[in-house]
């Protein structure tokens, strides 16, 4: 009948085999199902490059070696205020919530109640009313014999590493970014400069030309006022490469209002170090390759709790408090009554169509994709290494080159222009002299930032100890909590 009072006699005996039950249901939550966690094989050589040095520095704060304390401090101000970082903080705050949703499910829970129902009870003689009142705190608890809930608290935790590794992603990109973006916006002031002089260099060579005995042809002096005009067609250019980056670099830092220190070129700024030795164990540090395995400790972990679905569940739930009946008082003051009840059940599969299996083959097939996405992230990030560093190699010798062939042009510039006057056929050489100088420049200087761009981007590929390091400066998210939460 709604509403009717139970009254379960016996109640000391009952509460001892219930504690009985209890103790002897937590020593099975032992038991948990699935493969536990091994991490693959990664088949890859021991070095990226072999020992040369006992030192192995691709953990150093490389974005302090180029001794620019603009592009230090731009790198500070971009960890502390970039709003990809503090998106990156709160996913971790959101997966590491996740957990604790999750992980609540090991635990009893326990609600409050309370109801007034009016029952009309019909009698043989009169009509009468019942009047009960019920206030009832209720405890339920669902055991984890099988381990079901703590493989998903193990898939969760999994999940919350990989949000931490993705943060760790996005302190790696944002200053690779702000760097390669704050040497674009040097390269850029330095062919600026260049060119500047260049046209000055021009416009002495052309008075120098018209003063001469005798003086330079029309056709000469029409050469070099269009070389002058050409390279006067760059500035503008130029320029817009320059405040492009430097609209860049106020992005990345979050502040449209950044001041920016300019015209400096690549005077002071030197190219990081190279690491002398790279070992491959190195990579599985980089957070991409970290998050991959952390998906695949996910995926490994849910298999068990899709298995544990084969066997019975236990529930438990127990419920108490002080009742009231108008039609029968209780014997404590006032009428109450106390109600009290235990309640267990187990509950099994026995006929599910195929629904758990496909559940099973469901978590079994995303671990083998996870597998593969973590072995391709492996192999990438080996890949990445080995084409930075060709990178590297074929950049310095190519700012090498480039820097012979300009102060060879140089020498030839200054013995040309010491000859003018004497032949009709210097004025010609000059002219082209100067264009092959000019180009030589602007591409020493592309090459210069090609350098430093490759050594970026094999601290970028590896993804070592430094990224770490730098994430000091970032938005951090909120700690775990140390206790288990009241609600």
Known sequence: MVGQLRRVGGSSRLLRQAGLLACALLGLTACTLGPNYQRPASNLPDYVIPPKEAADIAGLHWWTLPGDAE??????????????????????????????????????????GSGVTRVHKPGEHRRSFETLIQPQPAVSWTVDVWGRVRRQVESAEALAAGAEEGRRAAVLMIVSEVAETYVRLRAAETQYKITQDSIARLNHDLQAMKNATPPASEVAQAQLFSSIERYRANLPLLSATADQAENDLRLLCADPYLKITRGRGFAGLKTPIMPHTIRSDVLLRRPDVAQAEQRLIA???????????????IHLSASGGIGYSSLFPGPMPGGLTPVWALAGNVVGPLFAAGAITGKVDIAKGETEMALAEYQESL????????????????????????????????SAVTKTQDMLGKTPREYTGLILLHNELYQAQIESALARKGAFDAVVNVYKATGGGWVDEAAVYAPQPKPPADRVPIL
């Open 71 to 112: 592009l230090l401090r731009l790198i500070k101000t971009a960890l502390g205020s970039n709003l990809t970082l503090k998106a990156a903080a709160s996913r971790v705050d959101v997966a590491r919530a996740g957990v604790m949703v999750v992980q609540s499910n090991l635990y009893p829970h326990a609600d409050y």
């Open 299 to 313: 995926a490994n972990a849910q298999i068990g709790a899709e298995m544990a679905l084969y066997l019975p569940q």
């Open 379 to 410: 192999l990438t990030a080996f890949r990445d290494t080995k084409n930075a560093l060709i990178a590297y190699q074929r950049s310095t010798k190519h700012l090498e080159a480039l820097l012979n062939s300009e102060k060879a042009l140089e």
